[in-house]
């Protein structure tokens, strides 16, 4: 089987020809223009996965709302639970980024993490 | 009124605004940066997505954490000022400078040997591009909508349409859909994307959000709320003909494009460049006004903050030699030719390699970049894809520029 996709894992945007077999235990990435291409286009073929970015509520800031980013890109089939899971966390400032904020959801090894400093409202 | 004496005057705090004013600072300078909102960052600190710093820190990051690793390089020395704005740039017998109005500290003149223009961009709105039909609520643009959700944490509306295929549009279209609202459609006039491919794979396509290429929002309708949208195929634009469909939506993101922010630039007399809707400016990044300096998207619209930041860089050189009185090398002139809509800087300094930034009129794919002084090609590049909205760079050497040092050089995309 075949099937043309655009390496979305930088700005160049290759266009990717994958080739695989029935039991996707043979894959072949070409147009890649780096071995990122390669990871990304199996895992396109196999689980697509997708970094996530939201904000979660803070409390006790300068700010109300905290950006944060998964860690690592997250199975895009659970990303709606991932969402629904950071909508319900609050976060009390001070926060840097780096800081976790959710730790290992669902055993995929995909931790959430804090992306903007935010003293408490008490530092100034 | 305070007076307050510096060497450079850095306006804006955002990526360009404080990686000048971090050169700077650390060539010995006393800076100091005034910042018109109460935190540093500029447009960063709404860009929650990652896609930032491959080139500046070699590494993918959001833009907050972009504009955390700028702040955490600012040197103890340099002087903050937020929740300031620049009112006038001023030259009198206190020399050049600025008024700065404050809520905490009043009115302040600053007077500094130079200044940096790093006020960056707003966008274009719906009277730009002539939508007819009533005036209801729900009409945002783009960028102001990304600002309340990502910041303000307010959620615009529920049922969105979308009108503009670059960039920000296409970013606000999964962040939309990841806040629970539908999105219908993307409009574009164009008969291609305007934003990256990726960006149409991640933000569209991953949540079947159809795009209407060579399309046109004809008509608003609702009273108090917006309550659907007319589209048309471009050509039917006139008339609501075949191919016309409505949208129910309560909700139209207009992201039509950006316009470097000038006003200040403008009333102090600077000569502008109508191609960029920037500042005129000569090899070293200097305005029409000796000691008035621009960088990022004052002077022409970045797509990438890392291009902005190696601007500014080269922005507080040309600070540092204006302030030793040192004068650059003119080698001539620099202009845009066949499908480049324009080229900055607009002149070249043949003592050094020289880096500008185009922005092609074109869609091609194998393309080439050609320099030419006359019929001589000094440098030349393939380009595997052009497109509007991705600005291409290209460094010429010392060399190469100081073999045609006098003449006209003509940049073209073919
Ligand atoms: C919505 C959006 C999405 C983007 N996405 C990406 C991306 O995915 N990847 C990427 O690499 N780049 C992206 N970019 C481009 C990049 O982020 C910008 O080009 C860059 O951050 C611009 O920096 P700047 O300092 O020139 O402008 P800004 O960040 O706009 O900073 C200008 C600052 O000047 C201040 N100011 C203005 N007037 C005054 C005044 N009179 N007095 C005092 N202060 C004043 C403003 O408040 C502001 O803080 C995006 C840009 C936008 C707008
Ligand atoms: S293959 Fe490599 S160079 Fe090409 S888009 Fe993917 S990450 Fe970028």
Known sequence: MK??????????????????????DDVTVT?????????????????????????????????????????????????????????????????????RVLTDFRGTGVNVIATRRCGSRSDE | MKIRR????????????????????????????VERENTLGGI??????????????????????????????????????????????????????ALVFSPESGITRYSSRAIVLAMGCRERNRGNIHIPGSRPSGVYTAGLAQRLVNIEGYIPGKDVVIVGSGDIGLIMARRMSWVGAKVHCVVEIQPYPSGLTRNIVQCLNDFNIPLHLSHVVTKIN??????????SPVSREKERGPGSFTVECDTLLLSVGLVPENELTRKFGIAMNHETSGPKVDSRLMTSKPGVFACGNV?????????????AERCAKGVDEFLRGVAPETGGPVVSGANVR????????????????????????KSRLSVRAGEVEIYGKNLPHVQPSEMVEATLSKDALKACSGQTLEVRIE
Do not use: W
């Not at chain 1, 099937?3 to 996707?24: D, K, Q, W």
């Not at chain 2, 510096?6 to 940066?33: F, P, Q, R």
């Open chain 1, 3 to 24: 099937r043309n996709m655009t390496c979305i894992a930088c700005p160049l945007g290759c266009s990717l020809t994958v080739e695989y077999s029935e039991g996707l």
């Open chain 1, 31 to 99: 147009g890649n223009r780096c071995a990122k291409g390669e990871v990304y286009a199996r895992e396109e073929i196999l689980a697509p996965k997708r970094t996530v970015t939201a904000t979660v509520s803070l409390t006790a800031g300068e700010l109300s709302r905290l950006p944060v980013r998964t860690d690592r890109a997250l199975e895009k089939e659970l990303i709606a639970d991932l969402l629904t899971e950071l909508y319900r966390i609050e976060v009390s400032a001070p926060v840097a980024p780096g800081d």
């Open chain 2, 6 to 33: 510096i060497d450079v005057l850095v306006i804006g705090a955002g990526a360009s605004g404080l990686t000048s004013a971090i050169k700077l600072a650390e060539m010995g300078y006393e800076v100091s940066v």
């Open chain 2, 44 to 97: 960063l600190n709404q860009c929650i997505h990652s896609g930032f710093g491959l080139h500046y820190f070699n590494e993918e990051l959001t833009g907050p954490e972009f504009a955390d690793r700028l702040i955490g390089l600012l040197p103890d020395a340099l002087y903050l000022a937020p929740n300031a704005t620049v009112d006038r740039l001023i030259d009198d017998e206190n020399g050049l400078g």
């Open chain 2, 222 to 231: 609702g009273n108090d709320r917006v309550q659907s949208v007319e589209i």
């Open chain 2, 299 to 311: 002077l022409h619209v970045h797509d990438l903050v890392d291009y902005a930041c190696e601007e």
């Open chain 2, 342 to 365: 324009y080229v900055v800087p607009g002149a070249y300094n043949p003592g050094s390699d020289n880096r500008f930034y185009l922005r092609p009129m074109i869609v091609k794919n």
